[in-house]
């Protein structure tokens, strides 16, 4: 079965304490890797798209890295607006089509 | 740019009652549209996507329907609201053709009572 687990569920760290948030999936006919930043009560906001095994995105305090079982979305020296939820999707064939399929989010907080 | 819409924000609404919630993009053609839904805790569930007007199909078997009267429009409906109806709904869309990231909309709370 297609599957996509995010992990740690919640995490807490102080401003400036790097750390990394984990995407591991298992599907057939991977086509694409997203994640996505949610603030409460809003919709998710697209931050990157990987495509294949090595490749890299960077946007800000923010990189995420792709290898072929899982995804690492890497936060240097965050600061407390880095508070969210983060999101991984992947969009994998299922049945002849491309389906999307979403994890449950790893939600952060900085203190300050 | 592109731009999506939703309405309303919230709403609460008795057991038995219809629902519908309206969805619009703007500043594209021919999108490709999905409504989802997400509970506290979980995973988007994917409701409804479609290709195209009158190309809508159904993820899960529910008590909800979608229709997309307009190439940018997309509306969820339902005839009689279930408590499990309550959630976060959300409109997505990506550009058609070949699948790729989804952009998502606001969000609407649904409450029901």
């Known amino acids: 079965e297609d599957q996509v687990t995010q992990s740690p569920e919640a995490l807490r760290l102080q401003e400036g304490e790097s750390s990394s948030l984990n995407c591991s999936y298992t599907?057939?006919?991977?086509?694409?890797l997203f994640w996505y930043r949610q603030d409460p009560g809003k919709g998710p906001e697209f931050l990157f798209t990987?495509?294949?095994a090595g490749e890299e995105k960077e946007k800000e305090r923010l990189k995420a890295t792709l290898t072929k079982k899982e995804s690492f979305l890497h936060i240097t020296a965050p600061k407390p607006e880095d508070s969210a939820t983060y999101l991984c999707a992947v969009q994998a064939l299922s049945s002849g089509t491309y389906k999307y399929i979403f994890g449950t989010g790893t939600r952060l907080k900085v203190l300050a | 740019s592109q731009t999506i819409h939703q309405w309303p924000a919230t709403l609460v609404q008795p057991v038995g009652s219809p629902l519908s919630l309206e969805c619009t993009v703007e500043?594209?053609?021919?999108?490709?549209l999905y409504w989802y839904r997400q509970a506290a805790g979980r995973g988007l569930q994917l409701l409804f996507y479609s290709i195209g007007i009158d190309q809508i199909s159904s993820e899960v078997p529910q008590n909800l329907s979608a229709s997309r009267p307009q190439d940018r429009q997309f509306i969820l409906s339902s005839k009689k609201l279930l408590l499990s109806d309550s959630g976060f709904y959300l409109c997505a869309w990506s550009p058609g053709g070949e699948d790729n990231e989804q952009f998502f909309g606001p969000g609407t709370r649904l409450t029901v009572l």
């Open positions: 990987l495509y294949s």
């Open positions: 500043g594209t053609s021919n999108p490709n």
């Open positions: 599907v057939s006919g991977l086509r694409g």
